[in-house]
Structures are given as C-alpha cells and as structure tokens.
C-alpha cells in the first residue's frame, strides 16, 4: 500500500458539496431517519394518551397524532423515491 493510499484512507471523510447529487442524497437519508424518529414519538405519544381520549364523550374522532404519523411516513416515502 502506498503512503498517499494509507493517509488519505485515514483522513476524515469530506461533507458533500451542497447541492451536488450525493449532498441531496444525504439530506434525503437525514430527512427520513428524522421523519421516522418524529413519527415514533408520536406514536408513543398516543398509545400514552390513548386511555385519557378513550375517555372523551367525543372520542368517535379519528386520532389526529396517528394520521400525522401515516403522513410523516408518506412524506419520508416520497423523500425517497425523489432522491432514488
């Protein structure tokens, strides 16, 4: 192995250039691990509350933190396919 191979494989990878394809491919990885993280603490969230809006008079409504959850994972879908 050469000695410019060696130091070059140790140095510290370089953050892509901003708009070039692999910044947006980053950005894109970035985005869907926030948006799945988002959606699970919503999720926790409302199993947590489920017992309180079960108790509602008016708890025939659709759970709202739930449909944002499916809309976060949509949104993460289409942030993949964008970027594929």
């Known amino acids: 192995m ?13 953050a892509p250039l901003p708009g070039t394809h692999a910044w947006y491919c980053q950005q894109e990885r970035t985005d869907c691990a926030t948006l799945t993280d988002i959606a699970r603490h ?7 509350l489920r017992p309180q809006i ?8 659709p759970l709202v933190a739930l449909e944002c959850c499916d809309t976060l994972t949509a949104r993460r879908k289409k942030l993949s396919v964008m970027t594929s």
């Open 2 to 14: 050469s000695l410019s191979r060696h130091v070059c494989d140790d140095a510290p990878r370089m």
């Open 54 to 61: 079960d108790s509602l008079y008016l708890a025939s409504a």
């Open 42 to 48: 919503i999720k926790t969230l409302a199993a947590r």
